[in-house]
C-alpha cells in the first residue's frame, strides 16, 4: 500500500499538470542493484558468495532484477499509472551505470572523492559496509563494564601535578563500555576540556578513580559513599596524561573531546579510531594510531592483542574480554544493559564500526555549509521536511561509496599492484564509461586493465601492472545520481532545468534518496537537483500500528483492486492528508466506497439525463439559461477556482473534498439534482427549462470529467467515453480520451446577476425544516402537496423577483406565495398549508388538474412528446 501511495501521487501531479498544457513525462525507473536481490538470490540458489562466479551471480541477477520489474510494471499499471512504461529507466542499463561511473570519475576530478581508511558501519553477516541509511536502531542488550586504566604518566601542567604528587601512579582511569570488543582497539582516554574531574577513593577498598562528575554519582549510588582529599580539575589539565590499556598494556593518551558526555559514563570516553566516527576525529586530531584488528565477517584478526581473541567473533570474544579483565583484576564492575544499536536493514543483525580502505565522498565544514544553504532553493512540501533533511545535514559524516559486495555498479578504479596507489589517467576513464555504455557493466569483470587503455606507470611508484577494484557502488550512489544518468540523458527529459524537477518519495527518503541526490549534484554543479520536494507519510493499520505480517494487518492494494476496482485505491490516496502517516482499514474503505459511490451516482444520473441532448441544437445559451441552472455553473466555476488552487499547491485531499463532499454531494446530489428531477423528467422533450437544466449538465459532465481525472482515471475515461459514445462532447473535445484534453477553465457568465448556489442552498434547507415540522404535524404528507408562505427580502435577488411557480420548482415545493419586505431575514418561512388542487398522477405534484387529468405542464408535455412506438 506505501507503493500504491507513492505511485499514485505521482501520477496525480504528472496527469494534472499534462491536463494544465505542461510537457509532463513521466519514465518510471528501478533501482535494480544492491543486497536484497543479491541475498534473495544466493538464498534461492544455494550459491556461497565466495565460490560463486561474479559474472555468473551478475546475469542471474539481472533476470531475476527484469521479471520482478515486470511484475511490478503490469500492477502499476493495473492502477492507472500512466508513463513510459515500454520505456522506463533502470539502473542496469548500460546508458545508466555510464552516467553513474562518468559522475564517479567528475567527483574524484573534483577531489570530493576520496580513498581512506576509516571507520564505516559494518555488517558482518552481509560482509560489507553499510551507509547510514541502510542502518536501523533496534533494543539490544549488551554487556556493560567498568573497566580500570592505570595511570603511567601524568601532564606537566601544575593541576595535573598536584595530583601526582598526591597519589603518584595508584590511580585508575574509569571508563564505562557497552562494547568490550573495541578495548583492544582503544589508543586514547578523552575528557571534556569543560568538565570537573575528581579522584574517588573507596572507603572499603581504598582503590583510586579518576572521574568526572558523572562518574562520581555513579560511583556513590554504586558502592556507597566514598572519599577524596585530591582537589578538583577541568579537563584541559588531563591532555596528555598516559594510561595502560588493561588488555593488552599499550599507551592510552588522553585527550580532549566535547562529545564526551557530563550526564552520561563516567566522564571519561574510550577511544578506538578504528571503532567509531567520533572516536576517529578525535584520534586524527591527536595523530593516534587507527586500529582496527577485525575482518569482513566480524571476527579478531591475527594481529589483535591479546593473540588469543585471534578467529574469535567480535560477540563471542565479549565474554573472553570480561573475564581476562576479572583475572587481572581491572574489572569493576558488570551488568547488562538495554539500548538502542544500529542492525543492518536488510539482515536484521547488529552491526559495528570498523575501520578499512574504502571509497568516499567527502563532507567537508565548507561543502556542509554549501549542502545547507541549497536547502533554501528548494520548495518542501510539507515545510518541515526542509528542518528533516538540515538535522540530517548538520552531522552528516562523509559518505561511504564502497561496498564488498557482487551486485551493482563496479567502483570504476584501477589499483597498483604493488603500493594499492589509485590510477588516475582521464583517457582511461573516458574508456571506462564508453565501455560501460557499449557492452553494460560486466565489461569490468570480463576484460583485463589493459582493454581499458591502462598502459602508464604507477605514478607512486612506478609499477606497470594494476588491478582492478572489486568493491561495488552503493546503490543509494546509482539512484542519487540519476539526475544525471536520466535527466540528462533522456531524449525526453533533455535540457529540462531544475526548476522543473519534483521528488517524490516518503519521509523516510530524507536520509535516503533525497540526501544522496543531493550530495553529488550539490558538488559537481553548486545547485540540488530539484526544485520541489514532497514527502508523504507511511501506511498504518486504522489503529495507527505499522503494517506487518506478524501482526496479520497487511492489506495488499491488489486484493482491493480486485475487490473494488482501482479508483477505490486512488481515491483512497486522493482523500488522505499525505504530510502524515496515512491510516488503512476495512472501515476507512467503506467511507471511501461510499464517497465513491455518491461521485459515481451524480455522475449516471448527468450522463442519463443528456440521453437526448444535441449540443448544437438544443444547448441553450449562458445568457438564456434559467435562474438556478446559472447558480449550478456559478458553483461550478467556483469548484474550477477552488481544486485549481488545491491542485496547485498539492492539497489532493482539500480537492478531494471540494469535488465530492462539496460539490458532487452537497450541492448537486442533495439539492441541484434533486430539485432538476421534476423539470427532467416531466416536462416536455423541448421545454426552454429543461434544455437550460440540460445545457448545465452538460457544461457540468464534461467539467468533471476532466477535473476528475488525475484522481479517478478509470472513472472519468468512462465518463468521457460515454460523452463520446451519446455524441454530446463539445466541438473543441478530442474524444478519443480525457487525458487529451486540457484541465477546466471557469465558464464566462453574464455580468452584473446573482448566481450564489449557497442562497438557494439556505433557502431549501429553511423550507425543508418547515416542511419536515408541518409532517410530523399531520399539515401536510410531502413537499409534493405542500404550499409555502414566505417572507423575502426585497434586496434578496433572484428571488425576490421570480415566478412563483419557478421559486416553488427551485425549492421543490407545490406552490408558493410571497411577501416582500424592506426589513428582516432575506428569506423565512411565515406557515406550511396543504397546497391547492390534487395530486396530478404524471409529476405527483400537487397541482390544478385539467379536464384530461393531469395539471397543465403534464398536459402540454404529453402533448409534445413524440408518439411511443
Given at each position: ?6 505511485k499514485?501521487?505521482?501520477?496525480i501531479?504528472?496527469?494534472?499538470k499534462?491536463?494544465r ?15 536484497p ?7 534461492e ?8 562466479g561474479?559474472?555468473?551471480?551478475r ?21 492507472g ?17 555510464a ?7 567528475d ?7 576520496v ?15 553499510l ?17 580500570k ?5 601524568w601532564?606537566s601542567?601544575?593541576?595535573a ?15 564505562w ?24 577513593e ?12 558523572p ?11 566514598g ?8 579537563g584541559?589539565?588531563?591532555?596528555g ?25 563516567t566522564?571519561?570516553v574510550?577511544?578506538a579510531?578504528?571503532?567509531?566516527e ?39 570474544a ?6 581476562r ?6 574489572l569493576?564492575?558488570?551488568?547488562n ?9 536488510r539482515?536484521?543483525n ?6 578499512a ?5 567527502k563532507?567537508?565544514d ?8 541549497s536547502t533554501?532553493r ?8 526542509q ?7 548538520k ?10 559486495r ?22 582511461v ?8 555504455r557499449?557492452h ?6 570480463e ?12 605514478a ?32 525526453e527529459?533533455?535540457?529540462?532545468g ?15 534518496w ?5 550530495l ?13 520536494v ?13 503494517m ?26 486522493s ?6 502517516d ?6 476507512i ?7 465513491y ?10 450522463l ?12 441553450v445559451p ?7 441552472d ?12 477552488q481544486?485549481t ?23 448537486l ?28 449538465l ?12 488525475p ?41 452584473g ?24 404535524a399531520g399539515t ?28 416553488a420548482?427551485l ?18 418561512v411565515?406557515s ?5 388542487g ?12 385539467t ?11 404529453e402533448?409534445?412528446?413524440p408518439?411511443k412506438?
Amino acid at each position: 500500500m506505501g507503493h500504491a501511495l507513492n505511485k499514485v501521487l505521482k501520477d496525480i501531479i504528472v496527469k494534472y499538470k499534462s491536463l494544465r498544457g505542461f510537457r509532463s513525462p513521466y519514465l518510471p525507473g528501478w533501482d535494480c542493484h544492491g543486497l536484497p536481490i543479491e541475498h534473495q538470490l544466493m538464498k534461492e540458489k544455494g550459491w556461497d558468495k565466495h565460490k560463486v562466479g561474479r559474472v555468473t551471480f551478475r546475469q542471474e541477477a539481472a533476470r531475476y532484477a527484469e521479471h520482478w520489474i515486470e511484475i511490478q510494471r503490469r500492477e502499476f499499471k493495473r492502477l492507472g499509472i500512466l508513463g513510459e512504461w515500454e520505456h522506463p529507466y533502470k539502473t542496469l542499463q548500460p546508458d545508466y551505470e555510464a552516467g553513474i561511473v562518468k559522475t564517479f570519475y567528475d567527483l574524484l576530478a573534483k577531489g570530493d572523492v576520496v580513498q581512506d581508511r576509516k571507520p564505516v558501519y559494518w555488517c558482518p553477516h552481509c560482509e560489507t559496509a553499510l551507509a547510514e541509511a541502510e542502518v536501523e536502531y533496534e533494543t539490544k542488550t549488551s554487556r556493560s563494564i567498568f573497566v580500570k586504566f592505570p595511570i603511567v604518566e601524568w601532564p606537566s601542567n601544575a593541576d595535573a601535578q598536584k595530583l601526582a604528587r598526591l597519589h603518584g601512579k595508584k590511580v585508575n582511569v574509569l571508563i564505562w563500555t557497552t562494547t568490550p570488543w573495541t578495548l583492544p582497539a582503544n589508543v586514547g582516554l578523552a575528557f571534556h576540556p569543560e568538565g570537573r574531574y575528581r579522584i574517588w577513593e573507596s572507603a572499603k577498598t581504598h582503590e583510586r578513580f579518576l572521574v568526572g562528575d558523572p562518574g562520581w554519582a555513579m560511583l556513590e549510588e554504586l558502592f556507597g559513599g566514598g572519599k577524596t582529599d585530591a582537589p578538583t580539575v577541568d579537563g584541559l589539565s588531563l591532555e596528555g596524561l598516559v594510561a595502560k590499556n588493561p588488555l593488552n598494556n599499550n599507551d592510552s593518551q588522553g585527550l580532549l573531546a566535547e562529545f564526551v558526555s557530563s550526564s552520561e559514563g563516567t566522564g571519561v570516553v574510550h577511544i578506538a579510531p578504528g571503532h567509531g566516527e567520533d572516536d576517529y576525529r578525535a584520534g586524527k586530531s591527536y595523530g593516534l594510531t587507527v586500529l582496527s584488528p577485525v575482518d569482513d565477517r566480524g571476527r579478531f584478526s591475527d594481529d589483535v592483542m591479546p593473540n588469543e581473541l585471534a578467529g574469535k567473533s567480535v560477540w563471542d570474544a565479549n565474554a573472553l574480554i570480561v573475564e581476562r579483565l576479572a583475572k587481572s583484576h581491572l574489572l569493576l564492575k558488570e551488568t547488562n544493559v538495554s539500548h538502542s544499536y544500529p542492525h543492518c536493514w536488510r539482515c536484521k543483525n547488529p552491526i559495528i564500526f570498523r575501520a578499512a580502505k574504502q571509497w568516499f565522498l567527502k563532507v567537508s565544514d565548507a561543502f556542509r555549509t554549501a549542502l545547507i544553504q541549497s536547502t533554501n532553493r528548494v520548495e518542501w512540501i510539507p515545510e518541515y521536511g526542509q528542518e528533516r533533511i538540515l538535522g540530517m545535514l548538520k552531522t552528516r559524516p562523509d559518505w561511504c561509496l564502497s561496498r564488498q559486495r557482487f551486485w551493482g555498479t563496479p567502483i570504476p578504479m584501477f589499483l597498483c599492484e604493488s603500493c594499492h596507489e589509485p590510477l588516475k589517467d582521464k583517457t582511461v576513464f573516458a574508456n571506462v564509461v564508453d565501455a560501460f555504455r557499449a557492452h553494460g557493466s560486466n565489461v569490468w569483470y570480463e576484460k583485463d586493465p589493459a582493454f581499458f587503455g591502462v598502459t602508464s606507470p604507477c605514478a607512486k611508484c612506478g609499477h606497470t601492472k594494476f588491478k582492478k577494484d572489486e568493491d561495488i557502488l552503493d546503490v543509494w550512489f546509482d539512484s542519487g545520481v540519476s539526475w544525471v544518468s536520466v535527466l540528462q540523458q533522456r531524449p525526453e527529459t533533455k535540457g529540462v532545468g531544475r526548476a522543473d524537477v519534483m521528488y517524490l518519495e516518503g519521509s523516510d527518503q530524507h536520509r535516503g534518496w533525497f540526501q544522496t541526490s543531493l550530495l553529488p549534484a550539490v558538488a559537481l554543479t553548486g545547485e540540488p537537483p530539484y526544485a520541489q520536494v514532497l514527502t508523504h507519510g507511511f501506511v498504518l493499520d486504522g489503529q495507527g500500528h505499522a503494517m506487518s505480517k506478524s501482526l496479520g494487518n497487511v492489506i495488499a492494494p491488489q486484493e482491493l483492486i480486485e475487490k473494488y476496482g482501482a479508483d477505490i485505491v486512488r481515491l483512497w490516496v486522493s482523500v488522505t492528508d499525505y504530510r502524515e502517516d496515512v491510516r488503512l482499514s476495512q472501515d476507512i474503505l467503506n467511507r471511501v466506497i461510499d464517497t465513491y459511490r455518491k461521485i459515481r451516482n451524480t455522475l449516471r444520473f448527468i450522463l442519463g439525463n443528456l440521453g437526448d441532448f444535441v449540443p448544437a441544437q438544443n444547448a441553450v445559451p449562458i445568457d438564456k439559461m434559467d435562474v438556478l441552472d446559472l447558480a449550478a455553473l456559478s458553483a461550478l466555476n467556483k469548484l474550477v477556482e477552488q481544486i485549481t488552487h488545491h491542485f496547485d499547491a498539492q492539497e489532493f485531499h482539500l480537492v478531494t473534498a471540494a469535488l465530492a463532499d462539496h460539490f458532487c454531494i452537497n450541492t448537486l446530489s442533495e439539492y441541484y439534482l434533486d430539485v432538476r428531477k421534476d423539470i427532467l423528467y416531466c416536462d416536455g422533450p423541448n421545454a426552454p427549462r429543461r434544455r437550460s437544466t440540460q445545457t448545465a449538465l452538460w457544461h457540468i459532465g464534461r467539467t468533471l470529467a476532466r477535473a476528475l481525472a488525475p484522481l479517478l482515471s478509470f472513472t472519468s475515461e468512462e465518463t468521457w467515453q460515454t460523452l463520446a459514445e451519446q455524441k454530446v462532447l463539445a466541438k473543441e473535445d478530442n474524444p478519443e480520451s480525457v487525458f487529451l484534453n486540457p484541465f477546466p477553465t471557469e465558464i464566462s457568465l453574464p455580468a452584473g446577476k446573482y448566481f450564489v448556489m449557497a442562497d438557494f442552498l439556505r433557502a431549501k434547507r429553511a423550507v425543508n425544516e418547515a416542511v419536515e415540522k408541518a409532517r410530523q404535524a399531520g399539515t401536510v404528507k410531502a413537499p409534493n402537496d405542500a404550499s409555502i408562505r414566505l417572507k423575502i427580502h426585497e434586496g434578496n435577488a433572484p428571488m425576490s423577483g421570480l415566478p412563483l411557480e419557478e421559486l416553488a420548482s427551485l425549492l421543490g415545493v407545490a406552490h408558493v406565495e410571497v411577501e416582500l419586505t424592506g426589513t428582516g431575514d432575506p428569506l423565512s418561512v411565515m406557515s406550511v398549508s396543504v397546497a391547492p388542487g390534487a395530486k396530478c398522477p404524471r409529476c405527483w405534484i400537487w397541482r390544478e388538474i385539467t379536464e384530461g387529468g393531469l395539471c397543465a405542464r403534464c398536459r402540454d408535455a404529453e402533448t409534445a412528446a413524440p408518439p411511443k412506438k
